[in-house]
């Protein structure tokens, strides 16, 4: 897939297009910062998704305050819920390019205002203090209906 992207982007002479090896991820946080938006890829599967997405690359994107394109739709995701991102239609090309079109036409403020939704986020939703006391009260909760309380 990467190598029919590369030559696509070739084909079509696109001069803002960049392709980069992987890259520990020890090492990607720089690559990361100089990026001006996230693009998650995925493919679109709705029962996979309908209680949202945990790409690591997405908390990733948002920690590092960026905004985040996803080429399908959770609405219950962590960009969808902070309003750090805009979800696709679908993962069809044309409605890729809609969302990242949109994307490019916000004002560098607007997208830097989503992109610090999205760190709050993370920085608010997403540390491991909160993410433990909410698997807390899970357990406590799933324990309290077995036992009939």
């Known amino acids: 897939m990467a190598e ?23 090492e990607a946080l720089w690559l990361v910062d100089a990026c001006d938006i ?9 029962r996979l998704y309908k209680f949202g997405t945990s790409f690591n ?9 960026l905004p985040v394109l996803l080429p399908f739709s959770s609405a219950n995701g962590p ?11 679908n993962g069809e090309a044309e409605s890729v390019a809609k969302v990242f079109t949109q994307l ?14 999205g760190r ?17 009260a899970a357990i406590e909760r799933t324990q309290k209906r077995r036992s009939g309380a």
Do not use: H, T, W
Request: proline share 5%; aromatic share 8%; charged share 30%.
């Open 57 to 65: 690359k997405i908390v990733d994107f948002m920690r590092m305050g």
């Open 104 to 117: 490019l036409d916000m004002s560098p403020e607007d997208r830097a205002a989503m992109g610090e939704r």
């Open 4 to 26: 029919q992207l590369k030559a696509d982007a070739a084909q079509r002479r696109l001069s803002n297009v960049r392709f980069v090896d992987p890259v520990p991820k020890a």
């Open 38 to 46: 996230g693009y998650a890829g995925g493919k679109d599967f709705p």
């Open 120 to 136: 709050a986020f993370v920085a608010e939703q997403l540390n491991y203090d909160k993410v433990a006391a909410d698997y807390i």
């Open 79 to 89: 960009a969808a819920r902070s309003g750090a991102g805009i979800c696709a239609d």
